[in-house]
């Protein structure tokens, strides 16, 4: 990595970590979603991002800038292999099936874990890379980290909510 990429890497994990700092603002999941769209939108320049929400090992779309998707849908292969394994899959659309995919020259899925429980993926498209190199994975691993532990906080936020109202209806019905 020469000295200009080594800035240019530099300047983008602080974006990133700027990001970070936002996501840890958030209050729900959807939030998540449309920070981390923008994120991916502005500091990627890349028009077609996805993300994933996973959860019980069910995945299913959050957010979507791609017109073909909506919130609910079932993702892609790509998308499932990265919950599933855990690991980034970097695609160059190399199948003739991929290849009838508008143009799409490289898809990169990222999941993002808390501990080995993945919560999201984060999916991009590209009609001009012909392959996402690192200069793409290891920022989009830290904006994929940074947006599973939002996801993971608001999740336990969540779940203590729930657990303060059981308390406080098992209580009411002992008084």
Known sequence: MGTDEHSEFAERVADLNK??????????VDEVVSLTLEAVTILFELGDVTVVKVRDGDLQVAGSTNPRLSAGDSPGAVAREAAETGQTVVD??????????????AVLAVPGAVVDEVTLVVVARSTAVESFGEEYVRPMEILAAHGATAVGNIRSRERLERARQDLATRKEMVE
Do not use: K, L, P, V
């Open 19 to 28: 990001y970070g700092r936002a996501f840890n603002q958030c209050e729900s």
């Open 92 to 105: 160059e659309m190399t199948s003739e099936a991929d290849a009838s995919d508008a143009g799409t020259t």
